[in-house]
């Protein structure tokens, strides 16, 4: 497509249920992203796709978290046994390949649990 | 860990004003880029400088990346409403997910 698609653009869910995430990237873009940002806080790093290589978790805060990649396009983070913590915006970026690209991104699930 | 602050956290100006931005860090970053995000949407790139010294010119926004690599700032002359927004910087070595700023949130008012 033409952007990075993400969906839902919303999601409430309530305490304890599990919840995926999805992010459609910019076709032939290797690299995709995700990131959560909380009302008054920057953009938190959660995890990093490159092409074919073991994906970067370093920033998922707690196992209740995690994502997957496949066939090298969409993605989809799935979050466990939600908190109220959880609640953010998730957003999703790809680049194309090479270093130092600008990210495209998504214009994010708004994640509610109540 | 790499941080970068940014300041001011907030600015509300008149329309047709001049302001400067800024993004600081202790940690040299081989490029560093700034971000816009309205409301509802996710940031968008306004501009990458990779060069020590560099400076960008686009429209009525100016941007400097320092000499050691290790800061950038952003000034707007003739501020407009349109420029209303987050404006987020993001730094990175190379090959890494980028680290970004918390944002400063500039209101122009008409």
């Known amino acids: 497509g033409a952007g990075v698609s993400q969906s839902p653009s919303n999601k409430v869910t309530e305490k304890g249920k599990d919840v995926e995430l999805r992010c459609d990237p910019i076709s032939g873009h290797t690299a995709l992203y995700w990131y959560r940002q909380s009302l008054g806080q920057g953009l938190e790093f959660l995890i990093y796709f490159q092409g074919n290589s073991a994906p970067d978790k370093s920033g998922l805060p707690s196992d209740r978290f995690s994502a997957e990649r496949t066939g090298g396009s969409v993605s989809t983070l799935t979050i466990q046994r939600t908190q109220q913590e959880d609640s953010a915006v998730y957003l999703c970026?790809?680049?194309?390949?090479?270093?130092?690209?600008?990210?495209?991104f998504g214009s994010g699930t708004r994640l509610t649990v109540v | 860990t790499q941080l970068l602050e940014q300041s001011p956290q907030f600015l509300s100006i008149q329309e047709g004003e001049n302001l400067t931005v800024y993004c600081n860090s202790s940690?040299?970053?081989?490029?560093l880029q700034w971000y816009r995000q309205e409301p509802g949407e996710g940031p968008v790139l306004l501009v990458t400088v990779v060069t020590g010294g560099e400076v960008k010119k686009l429209k009525r926004l100016t941007f400097q990346f320092g000499d050691a690599r290790k800061d950038s700032s952003l000034h707007i002359t003739a501020a407009q409403p349109g420029d209303t927004g987050l404006y987020l910087c993001?730094?990175?070595?190379?090959?890494?997910?980028?680290?970004f700023g918390k944002g400063t949130r500039l209101s122009v008012i008409a």
């Open positions: 993001a730094g990175g070595p190379g090959n890494t997910p980028l680290v």
């Open positions: 970026a790809s680049t194309p390949p090479g270093t130092g690209r600008g990210y495209t």
């Open positions: 940690s040299v970053f081989s490029s």
